[in-house]
């Protein structure tokens, strides 16, 4: 699993922006066959569509009392389409603890895609469970779903224990109950990166006609490219164990 050098990734990225001279026989791009998501709009009217809430409390399973889960930040987020419903998957973080704040993941819904509602409480967090280890007491950071053909939701995330982060998995039929997976790269080379920092775990997958994000089989595997400061890729058979 080796990373691409940083000249490589320089060199090929120049030289896809890279534009020949126009000439007589090159037709213009249309707006049909271009491949921009252009142009954006700021919707101020509505922005910003989540806010921290000092409002949002709940029982934390490692602490055993009450937490402002959502009061310091909201940001991060992923999306998912579920029947009509658009949904937010974001890290929140309170304004407890040694790091200045324990991370969790909260879920938020829309009709319209502008005017979201909080769940009141997260959907995944650090717990008295097996992955505490390497969940707490940073926690669950940086969430990215996509589902399968039948309908299973998948969460790539970051668990931070204070001194590394590390990228795991948790599954969902509905993206409100998740059971966590554990380290995607626990099995991968008998553990020889279960301990190495690992994180932001992207899914190749394509847009089904319903708007929803479903995972893609690529050469007869799944794929994921994840990364820090430097991209790799991985390849899994079932979305769950990453080599």
């Not at 658009?86 to 993941?105: H, M, T």
């Not at 469970?129 to 996509?146: H, L, N, Q």
Request: hydrophobic letters at 40%.
């Amino acid at each position: 699993m080796k990373s691409l050098p940083i000249a490589l990734i320089l060199a090929l990225f120049l030289s896809s922006c890279q534009d020949p001279e126009p000439t007589a026989s090159k037709p213009a791009a249309s707006d049909t066959d271009s491949w921009a998501l252009l142009p954006f709009t700021k919707a101020n009217e509505v922005n910003p569509v989540l806010t921290a809430d000092s409002s949002l409390v709940f029982t934390d399973p490692i602490w055993k009392k009450e937490v402002r889960w959502a009061e310091k930040d909201v940001f991060n987020p992923a999306t998912a389409v579920r029947h009509d419903t658009l949904f937010l998957i974001f890290r929140a973080e309170d304004k407890v603890g040694k790091y200045a704040g324990v991370s969790r993941i909260g879920l938020a819904y829309s009709l319209d895609g502008l005017h979201f509602t909080k769940y009141p409480e997260p959907v995944l967090y650090p717990a008295e469970d097996s992955v505490k280890k390497w969940e707490w007491e940073g926690g669950c950071e940086d969430p990215r779903v996509v589902e399968d053909a039948a309908g299973t939701y998948y969460m790539t995330y970051t668990a931070y224990d204070g001194d590394k982060a590390r990228l795991l998995v948790a599954t969902s039929q509905d993206l409100v109950h998740w059971t966590k997976q554990g380290p995607a790269f626990q099995q991968a080379l008998n553990g020889k990166y279960v301990n190495a920092w690992s994180k932001s775990g992207s899914i190749v997958s394509h847009y089904a006609s319903d708007g929803r994000i479903v995972a893609t089989k690529v050469g007869g595997k799944y794929w994921m490219y994840w990364g820090d400061v430097n991209i790799y890729a991985a390849t899994s058979d079932d979305l769950i164990h990453w080599t």
